[in-house]
């Protein structure tokens, strides 16, 4: 975690110690998504984001306060960062409800379309962020890489499907829409730390409110498993990679690292062979190449 705010707000492709950096949230987030199904049938999903905001949170301000790092000031990031929050929570909202009703790979392809709900955003609001044709090509490469790697999904049989489908497609929106805010606001002079605090303070109410109207209960004592999940998510995923995801939007091509999270789900299926013994194909392997191909040619300077 940084100590001092971020006064500088670039479009600048990454260098390789940022890109390096960026594999590593992937990494950990493909991870996050293995960490979450384990948890699940001791903490349900809803519950578990709303845990993790709070006590993150309480973790963040408890390092700010350490670091002497200001949360404070007036600088004009308030409202921009009550919005942020807002938008935060009913991403995961969405996601987390969506997944009740289309399946698990429908709904990684279209979260994924977050990148380019990014880049369309960033030709109104970042105009010096916009994408060349090579970058373009690029963000088509990695997204033809994930669908070889989860396969094309099959017309929805469940009326349902779509509306999982839909809110799937809303939480990639949302998710986009937060990056936008971030990058394209005062936030981006604020630290990393107080932009993650907007986020986990106005979106663990709002998340433990949406677990009680969705009926979520915990009847058990959750397990030692569950329990070390939560701690992964809290206290590694959401107090510490994400503060580092903000620090380099703000430093950064919002649109670029945005096609890096193309990673992520590739990491999750990785992260599920390796934890649940889940199957690996050779398509996988190929995806793999596609989207590393891709994301060289999203990061290519104009």
Known sequence: MSSAPVYTSTTRPLDALAAGIVVVLCLSWGFNQVATKLAIHDIPPLMQAAIRSFVAAFLIAAWCRLRGIPLFDRDGTLWFGLAAGALFAIEFILIYQGLLYTTATRAVLFIYLAPFFVVVGARIVLPADRFGAAQWLGLGMSFAGMLIAFGVPTPALDPRQHIGDGMMVGGALFWAATTLTIKASPLTRASAEKVMLYQL?????????????????????????????????????????????????????????????????????????LVLNEPLTVAFGAAVLLVAAGLMLVNRSP
């Open 201 to 273: 303070v106005v979106s663990g109410p709002i998340m433990a409110v949406a677990a009680f109207a969705a009926g979520e209960r915990m009847t058990d004592m959750p397990s030692a498993l569950a329990v070390g999940s939560m701690v992964y998510q809290t206290v590694w995923v959401v107090s510490v990679t994400f503060v580092i995801w903000f620090a380099l939007i703000a430093r950064y091509s919002a649109t670029r690292l945005s096609a890096f999270t193309f990673l992520t789900p590739l990491f999750g299926v990785a992260a599920g062979h």
